[in-house]
T-cell receptor, first 112, second 115 residues
Framework: QKEVEQDPGPLSVPEGAIVSLNCTYS??????FMWYRQYSRKGPELLMY????GNKEDGRFTAQVDKSSKYISLFIRDSQPSDSATYLC????????????FGTGTRLLVSP | KAGVTQTPRYLIKTRGQQVTLSCSPI?????VSWYQQTPGQGLQFLFE???????NKGNFPGRFSGRQFSNSRSEMNVSTLELGDSALYLC??????????????FGEGSWLTVV
């Protein structure tokens, strides 16, 4: 079983829809949670960063972390065709060493 | 402010050869890490460098190595290339390597194809 599980999709939605992307994890030591967006043949771009449990909002994006359920989510409101990309969740322990553990990524397609 | 710069962007090598990839972190960032991305395994951590020292290493064979220079620039090397080494190699930088949630920024990656 992988430490981080993420539905690979693809997830297809019409423009303007609310998108929900999720990851589950098994390592209770994870303290830092991130969402990256990756366009085809590009490097991952940091979207959201959250420490421990709670919500964080940035424009059309909202990240939620529920450590008791080992479950994180990214919500995208008013989705746009330009949001079409692969979304990767990533997590990190507070060990003093950098080592992100990634989900496999969910491919999102937003149609006009 | 320039982002993380990786060179070369694309390269093709033959089995058995070796390859060196280069990474220049964001100005002021002192920690550099490397990740391998493949369709089957996704993004996997290779190693992390800070102050010219490897601080952490992922589960990869010894053919994968790296180093960091005094100006924080980093290189990674893969020797005796195998077909399975074909992947996108991503460099990431952060201000500090504490592993305590420092924001990590990725470069565009180096696409390696082994034939």
């Amino acid at each position: 079983q992988k430490e981080v599980e993420q539905d690979p999709g693809p997830l297809s939605v019409p423009e303007g829809a609310i998108v929900s992307l999720n990851c589950t994890y098994s390592n209770s030591a994870f303290q830092y949670f991130m969402w990256y967006r990756q366009y085809s043949r590009k490097g991952p771009e940091l979207l959201m960063y959250t420490y421990s449990s709670g919500n964080k909002e940035d424009g059309r994006f909202t990240a939620q972390v529920d450590k008791s359920s080992k479950y994180i989510s990214l919500f995208i409101r008013d989705s746009q065709p330009s949001d079409s990309a692969t979304y990767l969740c990533a997590m990190e322990e507070n060990t003093g060493f950098q080592k992100l553990v990634f989900g496999t990524g969910t491919r999102l397609l937003v149609s006009p | 402010k320039a982002g993380v710069t990786q060179t070369p962007r694309y390269l093709i090598k033959t089995r058995g050869q070796q390859v060196t990839l280069s990474c220049s972190p964001i100005s002021g960032h002192r920690s550099v890490s490397w990740y391998q991305q493949t369709p089957g395994q996704g993004l996997q951590f290779l190693f992390e460098y800070f102050s010219e020292t490897q601080r952490n290493k992922g589960n990869f064979p010894g053919r994968f190595s790296g180093r960091q220079f005094s100006n924080s620039r980093s290189e990674m090397n893969v020797s005796t290339l195998e077909l399975g080494d074909s992947a996108l190699y991503l460099c990431a930088s952060s201000l500090e390597p504490t592993g305590s949630g420092n924001t990590i920024y990725f470069g565009e990656g180096s696409w390696l194809t082994v034939v």
